[in-house]
Structures are given as structure tokens and as C-alpha cells.
């Protein structure tokens, strides 16, 4: 027993020792904030900051709002090196085709909208109506392709039940006038 009452009395010493020493102050905001600053400058921070750019899951909970997005595009058409961009963009067939499938829709609605609009209307038909457009349906009109397709339309259309009857009808009004003519 007298071997462990020095240890212990030691052991007291020190943890009293420890409580005693200085803390040391915690940092301000201010102070994290810088240190947290410069970590993000450094090389493995920018690394870091990519990794988790290219992290799936990142990518989905990272939500652009509208006004940002709208901001942005906007400067960015505006500017020489925006327009570069959005033409180099534009040229690349992936690029196209991913922004093409998303504005689909709208697209849709947009031309349904500007077909009932007179002003586009009379613009289509004046396009429609441009002798160099005639001339070339004029010519897609001689070619076999379209002549079969146009064959392939007919035919169905002759097989189907509502023509067959709507041609019937026409038949018998046409035989019941000839039939009061003749009386």
C-alpha cells in the first residue's frame, strides 16, 4: 500500500498541473473565417472543392436558382467571349442534341402558340407561297420515295372502314340522284 500512495500522489499532481495550465483563447469567426479561406486556396482544397463537384450526389442536391441562372445567361450571351462559348457550345452535336431534348416541350408549345397567330400565319403562307419553295416541293413531289409513300397513304386510306363508308354513302347519293334524273 505504501507503493501506490506516491503514484498516487503523483497522479493528483499532475492532473491538478493540467487543470492549471493556460487555456488557450478560442478563435473568432473572423479568424475560422480566414483559416478556412486560405484552406480552399490551397492546392488540395481547390482538389477537394473538384472531387466534389464530380460527386453524382452532389451534382443532384446542388440547386441553381432561376434568378441566378437567368443572370448568368444573360451576361453570359452578352459578352465576346460568352458568344464564343455558346457558339462552340452549340457545334458540339452532344451538347445540341442534351439541349434539344430538355427544351422540347417548350418548343412544342411555342410553335402551337405561334400557329394560331395570324402574324405567323401570314408569314408561313408567304414562305409557302415563294416560287423557289414550290419549285423544289414540285420536284420532291417526282421522286420515288414520295410517290410510294403517297401510294402507301392511299392504299390505307382506302382500307380503312370509315372511308369505305363515307365512299358507299357518296356511291349511293350519287346512284339515287342519277335514278331521280332519269324519272
Do not use: H
Not at 482538389?47 to 444573360?74: C, F, G, S
Not at 462559348?85 to 418548343?107: C, H, I, R, V, Y
Amino acid at each position: 500500500m505504501l507503493k501506490k500512495g506516491p503514484a498516487i500522489l503523483i497522479f493528483l499532481l499532475l492532473i491538478g498541473a493540467a487543470g492549471c495550465a493556460p487555456q488557450a483563447a478560442q478563435p473568432t469567426y473572423q479568424e475560422n473565417k480566414k483559416m478556412v479561406l486560405d484552406m480552399l486556396r490551397t492546392d488540395d482544397g481547390k482538389r477537394t472543392i473538384r472531387e466534389m463537384m464530380q460527386d453524382k450526389e452532389m451534382k443532384n442536391a446542388l440547386v441553381m436558382d432561376e434568378p441566378a441562372v437567368r443572370k448568368t445567361i444573360q451576361e453570359s450571351l452578352t459578352t465576346e467571349q460568352g458568344k464564343k462559348l455558346w457558339k462552340e457550345l452549340l457545334e458540339d452535336p452532344d451538347f445540341s442534341k442534351t439541349l434539344a431534348k430538355s427544351m422540347q416541350q417548350e418548343n412544342e408549345a411555342l410553335l402551337k402558340k405561334m400557329m394560331k397567330d395570324p402574324g405567323y400565319q401570314g408569314m408561313m403562307m408567304d414562305i409557302l407561297k415563294a416560287p423557289r419553295l414550290q419549285d423544289q416541293y414540285l420536284d420532291l413531289m417526282k421522286t420515288k420515295p414520295f410517290r410510294q409513300q403517297l401510294e402507301r397513304n392511299v392504299q390505307d386510306m382506302l382500307e380503312s372502314p370509315y372511308f369505305k363508308e363515307k365512299m358507299i354513302d357518296a356511291i349511293g347519293k350519287a346512284m339515287k340522284k342519277q335514278t331521280e334524273n332519269k324519272q
